[in-house]
């Protein structure tokens, strides 16, 4: 099933992509969380802080595993994902930080990696809800458009479209590494409920393609048509495309 939430600006996108997540968070107080980096969540996660400040959120048995990482970057890198993650969530809340998994950007061997990583997900019993963004060539995750579909967390050469879009967070686009780990589509599509968030008219096609148009390993996103509970919260500009072929009721 898919449902669609339109949003007149990011501020409102930010409250009702967190109005999901806090949901979760209290239907389930030891849910296993799938957490997405990047601008996109930022508002929603800063209105998750909120409410958890005022007393409204418990974080204590929350689980949560992080869609992917660079390669090369230390968690303690201001660009790694970790680093991101506890910036910007987690350490305003009160989370455990040994109850947030993320892919280790040094690790020395990228195949025991990934392999470690798709048993720590498996260990947890599955994702509850995966909160995924969605790139300008509709890539989820660090899933990059390709000729098949990637089933578990593997090691992925960056597109210079990835890596040129990424680059507003580096000094240089030769600073922005070239490779990441990613969780697969296998492990987001095991999710028993995805949360899509797109913000701009820069995504305005690839969420058209992603969820009207053919299901290809070289749109990833459009893998989602098959999930059955998939919730997008997107502004105007980014249902742009959809909203003019008829398909926003």
Known sequence: MLTIYQARDYNELSRKAANIISAQVIMKPNAILGMATGSTPVGAYQQLIEWYQKGDLDFSKIRCVNLDEYKGLSGEHKQSYRYFMNRNLFEHINISLPNTNIPNGLAPDSEAECSRYNN???????????????????????????????????????TEETRTANARFFST??????????????????????LLLATGSSKAQALYDSLYGPITPHVPASILQLHNDVIVVADDKALDMIEKKGFLK
């Not at 997900?121 to 899933?143: A, E, K, M, R, S």
């Not at 697969?184 to 095991?190: A, E, H, L, P, T």
């Open 173 to 194: 686009v030769d600073e922005v590494p070239t490779h990441a780990y990613t969780m697969g589509i296998k492990n987001i599509m095991s999710a028993k409920r995805i």
């Open 120 to 158: 720590a997900i498996q260990t947890l019993g599955g994702i509850d809800l995966q909160v995924l963004g969605i790139g300008g060539n509709g890539h989820i995750g660090f899933n990059e458009p390709d000729t098949d579909f990637k089933k578990e967390t593997h090691l992925v050469a960056l």
